[in-house]
């Protein structure tokens, strides 16, 4: 098993920033690829991005790209998300989650644990 625990998120003004935190607990969170999704009211769940077991490879929604970053520090257990240039649209509460493969895994069905995710809220 593995245990996540999201941390960042709150309320911010539009071209503004946050970083998100999720802390693994368990076993060996080295052993897991990471990657972030986030769902908004009405809305399916959706990946944002995603990183690999070592940190050297990196995947990004259209969405997300230019604007967001996401990084590991195994020896924390730890995976970021920063978030740039924040918009409306991105307002969503924000999940991290591990999976066992590391391949370019952007299905939410792929991922073995969820943390229970943060709210981001972004203001125009």
């Known amino acids: 098993q593995v245990q996540l625990v999201e941390s960042g998120g709150g309320l911010v003004q539009a071209g503004g920033s946050l970083r998100l935190s999720c802390v693994a607990s368990g076993r060996t969170f080295s052993s897991y690829a990471m990657g972030w999704f986030r769902q908004a009211p009405g809305k399916e769940r959706e990946f944002v991005a995603r990183?690999?077991?070592?940190?050297?490879?990196?995947y990004y929604a259209d969405s997300a790209k230019g604007r967001f970053t996401i990084s590991r520090d195994n020896a924390k257990n730890t995976a970021y998300l920063q978030m740039n240039s924040l918009k409306p649209e991105d307002t969503a509460v924000y999940y991290c989650?591990?999976?066992?493969?590391?391949?370019?895994?952007?299905?939410?069905?792929?991922?073995?644990?969820w943390g229970q995710g943060t709210q981001v809220t972004v203001s125009s």
């Open positions: 989650a591990a999976t066992g493969r590391n391949g370019i895994v952007m299905v939410t069905s792929l991922y073995d644990y």
């Open positions: 990183i690999t077991v070592s940190g050297d490879s990196t």
